[in-house]
T-cell receptor, first 117, second 109 residues
Framework: GAVVSQHPSRVICKSGTSVKIECRSLDFQATTMFWYRQFPKQSLMLMATSNEGSKATYEQGVEKDKFLINHASLTLSTLTVTSAHPEDSSFYIC?????????????FGPGTRLTVT | RKEVEQDPGPFNVPEGATVAFNCTYSNSASQSFFWYRQDCRKEPKLLMSVYSSGNEDGRFTAQLNRASQYISLLIRDSKLSDSATYLCVVNGDTDKLIFGTGTRLQVFP
């Protein structure tokens, strides 16, 4: 397996503030990381693909100016939720891709539960 | 048609039972297949990759049928700790992973 950490695990913030979530691959380098969001009883929804050293690729319907992604190194990607609103309350999960010999596997961080009041 | 379809369940089985989950996918060009498990309010954890020849890991066996575009997961000798949601995952056109909505398994004593 592989280890991906995510911080913070839980955050409560007021409407209008910004929240930064960090995702780290601890025992491997990841040129590609992914950010997902999951609402209760629903499947994971991909928000964006984060590529080291280049701009993130956002899925349709995800506002890139609201969800800022930075992948500054091979082990760290950050997601900043700007001007958060209650409807942004969700479970945010990052994932890092580990490649080996032409195959890849994707490992998830433990998630960040965001509550916007 | 959804890109990845699974029976949502729940599957309620006694300890020791054998249970099988199936999953179908729509993109015939998909090359990578996985089963993840997700516990309530936790992140998905990779259970196993699924290879063309099928593969086994302890009590878990995964099979791939490319012609019919389906993937299966067999769990033998179910344990209480196997209770979780099992996610079928397939890579899409741009190599992004597409998740099924999951099949919920509940193992009872």
């Amino acid at each position: 397996g592989a280890v991906v950490s995510q911080h913070p695990s839980r955050v409560i913030c007021k409407s209008g503030t910004s929240v930064k979530i960090e995702c780290r691959s601890l025992d491997f380098q990841a040129t590609t990381m992914f950010w997902y969001r999951q609402f209760p009883k629903q499947s994971l929804m991909l928000m964006a693909t984060s590529n080291e050293g280049s701009k993130a690729t956002y899925e349709q319907g995800v506002e890139k100016d609201k969800f800022l992604i930075n992948h500054a190194s091979l082990t760290l990607s950050t997601l900043t939720v700007t001007s958060a609103h209650p409807e942004d309350s969700s479970f945010y999960i990052c994932s890092a891709r580990k490649t080996s010999g032409g195959y890849y596997e994707q490992y998830f961080g433990p998630g960040t539960r965001l509550t916007v009041t | 048609r959804k890109e990845v379809e699974q029976d949502p369940g729940p599957f309620n089985v006694p300890e020791g039972a054998t249970v099988a989950f199936n999953c179908t996918y729509s993109n015939s060009a998909s090359q990578s297949f996985f089963w993840y498990r997700q516990d309530c309010r936790k992140e998905p954890k990779l259970l196993m990759s699924v290879y063309s020849s099928g593969n086994e890991d302890g009590r878990f066996t995964a099979q791939l049928n490319r012609a019919s575009q389906y993937i299966s997961l067999l769990i033998r000798d179910s344990k209480l700790s196997d209770s979780a949601t099992y996610l079928c995952v397939v890579n899409g056109d741009t190599d992004k992973l597409i998740f099924g909505t999951g099949t919920r398994l509940q193992v009872f004593p």
